[in-house]
């Protein structure tokens, strides 16, 4: 009974109150503060250009916040990439209901690399092994370093695949170790999928009506997929027109890390 209790708060709070919780998991002292940095209309996204757009390195130049205006003016002269805050009024107004909890991904680099779970327990409560499976799928496919992926991050993926149909997503990037570490990617709650057979468009507008507050979305016609996040309010939408497979130098694993493939 406590522990129904228990777990009935905490799914409250994913679902509900959307930004908080995760935050304390996905370890956010540090993104607060980034986030706070850029003032909300300009750079919204500190980790969006480069992060997010995530094929096989793709991107932008570095972003650091202070070539923020650069980037944007830039972007405006070669339509790379705009952004924009989401003002209140085009938020999600009702609560969001519990997905069926059913979540296949794929790796879209490795075919083989699969995860068919229900992220639920009966009793409503998360299954610890189909967290694990998720995690492995969604693991940084530079190092294959894996970290618990955001909760609420899951529950919107189980959303999408819900309202598509049952057709796995394939993941594009997950949880990278990454040298930029305010990415949301390196943080664990940011995930880049497509889905055979369904435009990025529709997968982009489909999230859009999931987000209550604290989700970034991002659209990248040129690579095919679409960037999803929880962040700390404001939300942040962008489309990147940048091509695929530059491997941006934020994206590479930190300094010093060690290619285990290669040294055994
Ligand atoms: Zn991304």
Known sequence: MLRRLALGTAFALVVGAVPPVVRAEAGNVQVDKVQAEPPAATIEEPTTPAEAVGNSGDDTPAPKPSRARRRRGKSRLHGRFVGRVVPDDKLRKEPLQRPSGNLKIVSAA?????????????????????????????????????????????????????????????????????????????????????????????????????????????????????????????????????????????KRPPRGWKRKKLES
Not at 118 to 147: F, M, P, Q, W
Not at 152 to 167: A, E, I, M, R, T
Not at 200 to 211: G, M, N, S, V, W
């Open 110 to 250: 490795n075919p083989g690399d699969v995860a068919s779970v229900n992220i639920y327990n009966d009793d409503g409560s998360y299954n610890v092994d189909a967290l694990e499976d998720l995690n492995h799928v969604l693991r940084c496919r530079r190092t294959d370093a894996e970290k618990p992926i955001d909760l609420q991050l899951l529950v919107l993926l189980s959303h999408v695949y819900d309202h598509f149909g049952g057709k796995p997503l394939e993941i594009v990037s997950g949880y990278r170790n990454q040298r930029k570490q305010s990415s949301n990617h390196f943080k664990g709650r940011a995930s880049d999928i497509r889905i055979a057979g369904v435009s990025p468009k529709k997968i982009e507008a489909f999230a859009e009506t999931l987000d209550r507050g604290g989700m970034g979305i991002g659209i990248y016609p040129r690579s095919g997929f679409v960037h999803v996040d929880v962040r700390s309010p404001p939300s942040y939408r962008w489309t990147d027109y940048s091509p695929p497979n530059s491997n941006a130098a934020e």
